[in-house]
């Protein structure tokens, strides 16, 4: 028997699944701004839809399979996808091309399956039914923002540089990111970490970061992405050195075992 549904967070999480059906419809028109603007648009309605699961009281088992069939489409095929059509116009090697996109949309696949099997009971929680604050491996939507922000940048008829050389790189960036999201590299959780912390000064800085966003809407949006990707890889050695040395002082010196000897 089907468990129950909560109807709004569905069609939330269905707007998402929208969203990415809809983006490669426009990737294969060629209207790759368009694009990369509904792959952003859909990682708002997969942020918002567990929260409003949550809030009306309507988390389901339903709501956690339906969101990553929709997280498949908006940042699996979707990004592959538009890499794929954006690219093969260089000259890029059709079937190292299909090879390096597809193996990022299995990635995000591979990814979105381990999440449920370990973590996900419903929208936004863990098996013990707390709030998931923390990944292993980069989360399909940063991916996603990835390659979708570098396009975003690329396509801007205002653009500070010229950045449509980036785009020749964007195969073996698909091979990197397919890579990371089947890691266990530590990634926090954005909202969790950082949107909930309230101290004066860090309203300050997320206010000058807001500021830069409005006047540079296509460089901030990349620099954003792909610092969150690369910063796992960044800063994994210094937690495993940082655990380390808590493990070292919990174990604290070794006896010497002068006084058993004597005694």
């Not at 999440?115 to 292993?136: I, Q, T």
């Not at 530590?186 to 830069?212: I, N, T």
Request: include cysteine; glycine fraction near 8%.
């Amino acid at each position: 028997m089907m468990s129950r549904v909560g109807v709004l967070p569905a069609l939330v999480t269905m707007a998402n699944g929208y969203c990415g059906l809809l983006a490669i419809y426009k990737t294969a028109d060629g209207q790759f701004y368009t694009a990369s603007w509904l792959i952003m648009l859909a990682m708002f309605f997969d942020m918002i839809d567990g929260r409003i699961a949550r809030m009306a009281g309507a988390t389901t088992r339903f709501g956690a399979f339906l969101d990553s069939l929709s997280d498949i489409i908006s940042f699996g095929v979707a990004p592959a996808f538009l890499v794929k059509q954006i690219v093969a116009p260089i000259g890029f090697h059709p079937k190292a091309l299909a090879f390096m996109t597809i193996l990022f949309a299995l990635g995000a696949m591979l990814r979105l399956a381990r999440y449920n099997d370990e973590h996900a009971s419903s929208e936004g929680l863990d098996k013990e039914e707390g709030a998931v604050s923390r990944f292993d491996g980069l989360p399909t939507p940063g991916a996603a923002g990835v390659i979708a922000s570098l396009v975003f940048l690329a396509e801007d008829t205002d653009r500070l540089f010229d950045y449509q050389r980036l785009m020749v790189a964007m195969p073996f960036l698909c091979v990197v990111l397919g890579c990371l999201m089947v890691s266990r590299v530590p990634y926090v959780h954005v909202g969790q970490r950082f949107l909930r912390r309230r101290d004066f000064s860090y309203l300050f800085r997320v206010v000058v970061l807001v500021m830069a966003f409005s006047f540079f809407p296509h460089e901030g949006a990349a620099v954003g992405f792909v610092a969150y990707a690369i910063v796992g890889p960044i800063l994994r050695p210094l937690r495993r050195t940082r655990q380390d040395d808590l493990d070292d002082e919990d174990i604290g010196p070794e006896p010497d075992g002068t006084k058993e000897n004597e005694a």
